[in-house]
T-cell receptor, first 112, second 110 residues
Framework: DVKVTQSSRYLVKRTGEKVFLECVQDMDHENMFWYRQDPGLGLRLIYFSYDVKMKEKGDIPEGYSVSREKKERFSLILESASTNQTSMYLC???????????FGSGTRLTVV | GENVEQHPSTLSVQEGDSAVIKCTYSDSASNYFPWYKQELGKGPQLIIDIRSNVGEKKDQRIAVTLNKTAKHFSLHITETQPEDSAVYFCAASQGEKLTFGTGTRLTIIP
């Protein structure tokens, strides 16, 4: 069964902390994505990557960075966590071309 | 950039009845339109998709229709069952990046 695995289901962090969210896929997909999900706002794209060491800004990149050193792993970094970054974070991957995504189960991050 | 609007935000239907969720998109260059179902505590899962060269696609009890001229597409679920209760998202893409609607919470009333 193909999978996108997010390292944590729940995280609680303090304001100002540096936070790492990890995502690993086992499908040899070229593309990987980070979205955040908030009630009433749907899924908003933070960053995406088409290949190793490549990254592109999405619609809401402010306050975030990413790293993709290996094809299967895509990390989201909150440089200095703030309370407005409390959200559900979803990682997804897809093969090259116009295909649907496979999502992970999400990480619910609370910043206090 | 692309903008996707989705309606209604909540929908309750009697078990056995049909449910329809509608989406509109803004960019006429968009050419791929998937639908996702998200159950409680899980990530969204692709349930059906349609490409711009097709007007309708069906998979058992679910179907999607696309009207490129009007720039809208719809999800139809027939003979609804309790396990259809979930949040549904539409999306549109003109490349490898998807723009999502805001979601519809569908509740099936037994």
């Amino acid at each position: 069964d193909v999978k996108v695995t997010q390292s944590s289901r729940y995280l609680v962090k303090r304001t100002g902390e540096k936070v790492f969210l990890e995502c690993v896929q086992d499908m040899d997909h070229e593309n990987m994505f980070w979205y955040r999900q908030d009630p009433g706002l749907g899924l908003r794209l933070i960053y995406f990557s088409y290949d190793v060491k490549m990254k592109e800004k999405g619609d809401i990149p402010e306050g975030y960075s990413v790293s993709r050193e290996k094809k299967e792993r895509f990390s989201l970094i909150l440089e200095s966590a703030s309370t407005n970054q409390t959200s559900m974070y979803l990682c997804a991957s897809s093969p090259a071309g116009f295909y649907g995504y496979t999502f992970g189960s999400g990480t619910r991050l609370t910043v206090v | 950039g692309e903008n996707v609007e989705q309606h209604p935000s909540t929908l309750s239907v009697q078990e056995g009845d049909s449910a329809v969720i509608k989406c509109t998109y803004s960019d006429s260059a968009s050419n791929y339109f998937p639908w996702y179902k998200q159950e409680l505590g899980k990530g969204p899962q692709l349930i059906i998709d349609i490409r711009s060269n097709v007007g309708e696609k069906k998979d058992q009890r679910i179907a999607v229709t696309l009207n490129k001229t009007a720039k809208h597409f719809s999800l139809h679920i027939t003979e609804t069952q309790p396990e259809d209760s979930a949040v549904y998202f539409c999306a549109a893409s003109q490349g490898e990046k998807l723009t999502f609607g805001t979601g519809t919470r569908l509740t099936i009333i037994p």
